[in-house]
């Protein structure tokens, strides 16, 4: 079977995780590094309504220019029915359709060592990886340095905490 379009792409995944409800799958990039590094298996959960489900701090499975990615939700537009969305080892943020999104991670399992984003630890690391990456794309704009520096110490306390 051969996949054409975005669309395809999308449906064909929205198709397999509504049958199995979740999947584990594999990251190949270090976007989300250190705590989803490169070759990290993640769990995903099928989202039928995205938009009903998302918050600020998800990580979340969406499609863009054919591929599955799996970052950050940093900010919610309700109205525009869009996200801002980021990698955790990066600076750099963008906007995506709510529409996009297809799943939520719920677990890393790194090393053999899961960690669940639900339970008490995941969560609080959830609330400062997403405050400090908004605080860095208001930083950045008017002190590039410090933003950077807010980024490097972020990732640093990231590391200490998640120790696969």
Same mark, same amino acid.
């Given at each position: 079977?051969?996949?054409?379009?975005?669309?395809?792409?999308?449906?064909?995944?929205?198709?397999?995780?509504?049958?199995?409800?979740?999947?584990?799958?594999?990251?190949?990039?270090?976007?989300?590094?250190?705590?989803?590094?490169?070759?990290?298996?993640?769990?995903?959960?099928?989202?039928?309504?995205?938009?009903?489900?998302?918050?600020?701090?998800?990580?979340?499975?969406?499609?863009?220019?054919?591929?599955?990615?799996?970052?950050?939700?940093?900010?919610?537009?309700?109205?525009?029915?869009?996200?801002?969305?980021?990698?955790?080892?990066?600076?750099?943020?963008?906007?995506?359709?709510?529409?996009?999104?297809? +799943?939520? &991670?719920?677990?890393?399992?790194?090393?053999? #060592?899961?960690?669940? %984003?639900? /339970? *008490?630890?995941?969560?609080? !690391?959830?609330?400062?990886?997403?405050?400090?990456?908004? +605080?860095? &794309?208001?930083?950045?704009?008017?002190?590039? #340095?410090?933003?950077? %520096?807010? /980024? *490097?110490?972020?990732?640093? !306390?990231?590391?200490?905490?998640?120790?696969?």
């Amino acid at each position: 079977m051969s996949v054409n379009s975005e669309n395809d792409l999308g449906s064909l995944w929205k198709a397999i995780l509504h049958n199995q409800k979740q999947v584990w799958l594999t990251m190949h990039s270090g976007s989300m590094s250190p705590l989803m590094p490169t070759g990290s298996q993640i769990l995903v959960k099928y989202l039928e309504h995205a938009h009903q489900k998302i918050s600020a701090g998800d990580i979340v499975l969406y499609i863009n220019d054919n591929q599955l990615i799996a970052h950050r939700v940093l900010w919610i537009r309700s109205a525009q029915h869009q996200c801002l969305q980021g990698g955790d080892s990066t600076v750099s943020t963008s906007l995506i359709s709510i529409d996009n999104i297809i +799943g939520v &991670v719920a677990k890393i399992k790194v090393n053999d #060592k899961e960690f669940d %984003l639900h /339970h *008490r630890t995941g969560v609080l !690391l959830t609330w400062f990886i997403t405050a400090t990456s908004l +605080g860095i &794309v208001v930083i950045r704009r008017f002190w590039p #340095k410090a933003g950077m %520096l807010l /980024h *490097r110490l972020k990732l640093r !306390l990231v590391r200490r905490v998640v120790a696969y």
